[in-house]
């Protein structure tokens, strides 16, 4: 893991600046922190090494605060790059590729955080209030067609109130088709499709009546990876990586209703 090996290297480069194996130059050494190489090396180990190792610990543990201490350890590992830039004005091949190093691990972090977080607006298959929130918020600017094409919002009828319900979806496109997924499976508006026949309105900047008809099990598995590929904020529901063989999403698609996007005359 690449936060291990900068961890790695900024504890071999402590021990070389403590030990004086990793010699400054009195122009450089003059410019450090009170002059002192050993509080450079007790600094790169408390900004740089320990953050990473903390990090590459909780990674390999699975422990629920890995993203972020991904993010903090980063974070820190890039701001010692523009410290060190400059504060002491010394420039190696090694600074941009710990600061790209510093970025990737950052980026990773953020990530992680974000599907922690997605799994968590929909605990236990529904939406809880931030969820409901945010979903209200795309929809309406996804209704307007101020979003990409792909992210629109569906108007069903509701199958006890009468009501029409309105939520955001991500549109999958294949082979000249066009798909919705349920990514949490058997969700209300799954249920209020089918009640209606198939019959809703799809929206984005303009409106247009369709009708949903469910996917055929042998191009179900093809819609779900296509889903997944278009469709970021689902990826921490779904138990299949985006980048497995096609044969791997069989597996997981019995649970996942998807429906392929017809005019309203198609039967």
Known sequence: MLAGLVAVQACAGAVGIATGAVDFGPRVTAMLPFGSSLLAAVALVIVVAGPMTVATWCAITGHPRTGPAMAVAGTLLIGWIVVQVAVIQAFSWLQPAMGAAGVVVLVFGMAHSLRRLDRWMYRGGRPNRLARFLNRSFATVATAG??????????????????????????????????????????????????????????????????????????????????????????????????????????????????????????
């Open 146 to 267: 101020l979003l990409p094409h792909r992210m629109a919002t569906l108007a069903v009828t509701g199958r006890r109130t009468g009501r029409t319900i309105t939520f955001p979806v991500v549109v999958a496109d294949l082979a000249g088709e066009r798909y919705l997924v349920s990514m949490l499976g058997e969700g209300n508006w799954v249920r209020n499709v089918r009640a209606a026949d198939g019959h809703a309105v799809l929206r984005h900047g303009r409106h247009g009546a369709i009708r949903l008809t469910e996917v055929e099990p042998g191009d179900r598995a093809a819609v779900l990876r296509r889903y997944l590929a278009v469709a970021p904020g689902a990826r921490a529901h779904v138990p299949v990586d985006r980048h497995a063989p096609l044969a791997e999403f069989d597996r997981p698609v019995g649970d996942i209703p998807m429906f392929r996007i017809g005019p309203m005359d198609t039967p």
